[in-house]
């Protein structure tokens, strides 16, 4: 059979990710592995879980397990597959619930998710997400967020378009969030500190014909949040606009 016939071969990664399912052996041929395939994920979750997704390397990985720098190859192909695998890990890490209530309750509940698994683990902000690894916990977590909006009047191309815009918002305002929080780490001072050195001179800026729009509603603002921005009450507004726009569609 010459090169055009042949099947295209089997992704690696692919297998990894289904190991448990189709109980693809852990790992390449040779030795007896002093670890298991499980292990080496866990310890890269837990390496840019303390240190930040571009500290992630194989090498590091290995040294947490106590294995040779080049045997951790024998666990994982490289970097890329191994974040692969750690995306899906993490997101078997809760359970899904039944869903209960109205629409905006399990539409609710599907951001929501999303809003603390990315604080759990702020590195899924920075992974590539053009072309998803799909594992079995990414695939049961897709099922049940479509579950959330079966059935009510929604064609399947639409239940994928809300699907994807409820959490693309979810990743978005979490990251606004975690930047928020790495602010006030870096700058040393809470947003009330912050707020209470710059409003004065904000005040002072903004007064005057210029900006009279920005100077009422920057006020408002401020005296609200004490801070430039809240990030958990705009995640809470945005989602509920969203909802708001599905049901209208739904109205339509």
């Known amino acids: 059979m010459d090169d055009a016939q042949s099947p295209p071969p089997v992704d690696r990664t692919l297998e990894l990710l289904w190991r448990h399912q189709v109980g693809h052996p852990q790992g390449s041929r040779g030795p007896k592995q002093r670890v298991s395939?499980?292990?080496?994920?866990?310890?890269?979750?837990?390496?840019?879980?303390?240190?930040?997704?571009?500290?992630?390397?194989?090498?590091?990985?290995?040294?947490?397990?106590?294995?040779?720098?080049?045997?951790?190859?024998?666990?994982?192909?490289?970097?890329?597959?191994?974040?692969?695998?750690?995306?899906?890990?993490?997101?078997?890490?809760?359970?899904?619930?039944?869903?209960?209530?109205?629409?905006?309750?399990?539409?609710?509940?599907?951001?929501?998710?999303?809003?603390?698994?990315?604080?759990?683990?702020?590195?899924?902000?920075?992974?590539?997400?053009?072309?998803?690894?799909?594992?079995?916990?990414?695939?049961?977590?897709?099922?049940?967020?479509?579950?959330?909006?079966?059935?009510?009047?929604?064609?399947?191309?639409?239940?994928?378009?809300t699907i994807a815009v409820l959490t693309g918002f979810a990743e978005s305002s979490a990251r606004s969030s975690i930047e928020a929080a790495g602010a006030r780490v870096d700058s040393g001072m809470t947003d009330l500190q912050w707020w209470e050195i710059n409003a004065p001179v904000l005040g002072r800026l903004m007064a005057g014909g210029d900006y009279p729009i920005s100077n009422r509603v920057g006020q408002a603002a401020g005296q609200a949040y004490e801070s430039m921005g809240d990030s958990a009450r705009s995640f809470e507004f945005g989602l509920a606009r969203i909802i708001d726009g599905t049901e209208a569609l739904l109205r339509r």
Request: proline fraction near 3%; charged fraction near 25%.
């Open 37 to 161: 395939v499980d292990e080496v994920v866990g310890a890269a979750i837990s390496l840019a879980d303390s240190e930040g997704l571009a500290a992630l390397s194989m090498r590091k990985v290995a040294q947490r397990l106590g294995l040779g720098a080049m045997s951790i190859y024998t666990y994982v192909p490289g970097r890329s597959e191994l974040v692969g695998l750690m995306i899906d890990e993490v997101a078997g890490e809760v359970d899904h619930p039944e869903h209960a209530g109205g629409l905006r309750d399990r539409m609710t509940a599907v951001a929501r998710q999303l809003w603390d698994e990315y604080h759990r683990h702020s590195w899924l902000l920075h992974v590539q997400k053009a072309r998803p690894w799909i594992g079995p916990n990414v695939s049961k977590r897709y099922e049940w967020q479509l579950e959330a909006i079966d059935g009510v009047g929604l064609d399947d191309l639409e239940m994928d378009h």
